[in-house]
């Protein structure tokens, strides 16, 4: 299977910027779909952004859309999420997923997570 790996979150004031990668490791992230979700106390995981495993195609939430960009970099075997103009309810535990499957959804048997980044966007 494959391993994924979850860096770069961390604490900062509304309007600001965070990078999030995902390293893959035992497995070629070309295989996969990749996604991007998170959690926030009390709610429901929700996909944020998704991205094709040829790149060319890419989803996203309404609530990120216009401020987030997910990217991937076959040769690095690394997806990244960019978040800009932070807001508070962007606050959250922020997951990388790898899918078999288009598009990834949550509790099927073909996706696999990393363990998660812990993002804070301060007032």
């Known amino acids: 299977q494959v391993l994924l790996v979850e860096s770069g979150g961390g604490l900062v004031q509304v309007g600001g910027s965070l990078r999030l990668s995902c390293a893959a490791s035992?497995?070629?992230?070309?295989?996969?779909?990749m996604g991007w979700f998170r959690q926030a106390p009390g709610k429901e995981r929700e996909s944020v952004a998704q991205?094709?495993?040829?790149?060319?195609?890419?989803v996203y939430a309404d609530s990120v859309k216009g401020r987030f960009t997910i990217s991937r970099d076959n040769a690095k075997n690394t997806v990244y999420l960019q978040m800009n103009s932070l807001k508070p309810e962007d606050t959250a535990v922020y997951s990388c997923?790898?899918?078999?499957?288009?598009?990834?959804?949550?509790?099927?048997?073909?996706?696999?997570w990393g363990q998660g980044t812990q993002v804070t966007v301060s007032s």
């Open positions: 997923a790898a899918s078999t499957s288009w598009p990834v959804r949550p509790g099927q048997w073909s996706v696999y």
């Open positions: 035992r497995r070629t992230i070309s295989d996969y779909a």
């Open positions: 991205i094709m495993r040829s790149g060319g195609g890419t």
